[in-house]
């Protein structure tokens, strides 16, 4: 069901469009398959704002602490203790 959505992205501006057209896109089926079962198998997942996964390394004390982002969807905490 993704290659028709992408292909409408091209068409529409969809929910998702720019990482269908920058990253998903490019991925070969096989790398979709393991992306979306990756996404839909865990019991249990929990994601992050910015500003919830800085506060966490706040508390747990952590110093010199960078946040970077990956495509505006993801984020790197990095931190000395």
């Given at each position: ?24 896109g490019k ?55």
């Amino acid at each position: 069901m993704t290659y028709p959505y992408e292909f409408l992205c091209n068409f529409f501006n969809l929910p998702l469009k720019e990482y269908f057209q920058k990253l998903f896109g490019k991925c070969s089926f096989e790398k979709r398959n393991y992306v979306i079962f990756d996404q839909l198998n865990p019991s249990y997942a929990k994601y992050y704002t910015k500003k919830e996964a800085l506060n966490l390394f706040k508390k747990a004390g952590f110093k010199n602490i960078t946040v970077s982002s990956r495509h505006n969807y993801s984020w790197v905490v990095i931190g000395k203790k």
